[in-house]
């Protein structure tokens, strides 16, 4: 594994960024047991060192949190990266459409031009910048029109308050209709080998359109990392204990593909992990992977990901196993 980083372009904006980024919803210590700060501004600084360029963050994790660790993180080296952050899930309003509670606050999507310019300053307080390079719409909101989300996602942009603009958790006529109203840079969408269906539905409008895709959850919670035995018991909050995707069935039909894995990974200096998130990157449409990390361990080994070569043959064998061991996974 001795190549470079590989980089990538986000959509047309001209902005160029490592193809592995750091995903930080478990640093925001929401729905992933607390948080500690020391060893998360520790994992954020080791992906920059190992040449993660792409942090990708949002308010709502933990309210602030997360932002505010990321900024911290980053203090005198901001010009090294690439970020990006999220707007849409609001907690200053009740416009919009109730969400979720969180700590007994009512939290709504909600991206209407008012709330949008007020989430931005918010957000660059928060991480200690006036810039944002990539600024995501996280949830879509029925109740605004996508035009007037994009009216004033533009005139930041024209301000330099945002560099390029994203949207997430999207459908194919979400993303039509961004593109209608401005320039959609990239979209953000869970994708995995254990959950494929954007491959038929978001990622060929994309293709058409010129819009970037960051993946999140490239290890599926951890499912495809080979460290998780079908034995293994989930306790407490953890959200993978009453998740069908973690039966033990199909943890026992993983363990099975990550045995036809672990051979290519080992002839190329790489661990199982590795191996999965730079499948991910190598396939048709995936631009970007964000992989989340909570020390500086698991931020250098994913990042070790982004020097990982596979050849058109590695890729061959594990669409093969993949198709044999995944076939029939409990959703």
């Known amino acids: 594994m001795s190549h470079d980083m590989l980089t990538r372009a986000i959509g047309r904006s001209g902005i160029e960024a490592s193809a592995i980024g750091l995903g930080t919803w478990a640093i925001g210590g929401w729905m992933w047991g607390g948080t500690d700060e020391a060893k998360s501004i520790a994992a954020i600084q080791a992906s920059v060192d190992a040449g993660v360029t792409l942090i990708d963050t949002a308010p709502a994790y933990g309210q602030g949190v997360a932002e505010e660790i990321v900024g911290r993180a980053l203090k005198g080296r901001r010009d090294q990266v690439v970020l990006a952050t999220k707007c849409g899930l609001v907690w200053h309003t009740q416009k919009g459409n109730h969400f979720f509670d969180y700590d007994g606050k009512p939290v709504h999507r909600y991206l209407g031009k008012d709330a949008v310019i007020h989430e931005v300053e918010q957000s660059l307080t928060r991480l200690g910048t006036d810039y944002i390079d990539h600024y995501i719409t996280?949830?879509?909101?029925s109740t605004t029109p996508v035009a007037e989300t994009m009216e004033a996602l533009e005139q930041l942009k024209q301000q330099g308050k945002i560099r390029s603009i994203g949207a997430s958790n999207t459908s194919t006529g979400d993303i039509r209709a961004y593109v209608a109203a401005g320039q959609l840079?990239?979209?953000?969408?869970?994708?995995?080998?254990?959950?494929?269906?954007?491959?038929?539905?978001?990622?060929?409008?994309?293709?058409?359109?010129e819009v970037s895709v960051m993946s999140y959850s490239?290890?599926?919670?951890?499912?495809?990392?080979?460290?998780?035995?079908?034995?293994?018991?989930?306790?407490?909050?953890?959200?993978?204990?009453?998740?069908?995707r973690f039966s033990q069935a199909n943890r026992r039909k993983v363990a099975r593909l990550m045995e036809t894995i672990t051979p290519i990974a080992e002839a190329h200096g790489a661990t199982p992990a590795q191996t999965v998130i730079a499948w991910t990157v190598q396939q048709p449409g995936i631009t970007f992977s964000l992989c989340g990390a909570r020390d500086a361990a698991q931020a250098a080994e994913n990042a070790r990901a982004g020097q990982l070569r596979l050849s058109a043959e590695d890729i061959e064998t594990i669409n093969q196993q993949a198709k044999t061991h995944l076939s029939d996974l409990d959703a």
Not at 228 to 242: L, N
């Open 138 to 141: 996280h949830w879509q909101d």
């Open 185 to 209: 840079d990239a979209i953000q969408e869970e994708y995995s080998m254990v959950r494929r269906d954007i491959e038929n539905s978001l990622l060929p409008v994309c293709r058409d359109n």
């Open 218 to 244: 490239s290890l599926a919670l951890g499912l495809l990392t080979g460290k998780i035995s079908p034995d293994r018991v989930f306790a407490g909050d953890d959200q993978r204990k009453d998740n069908p």
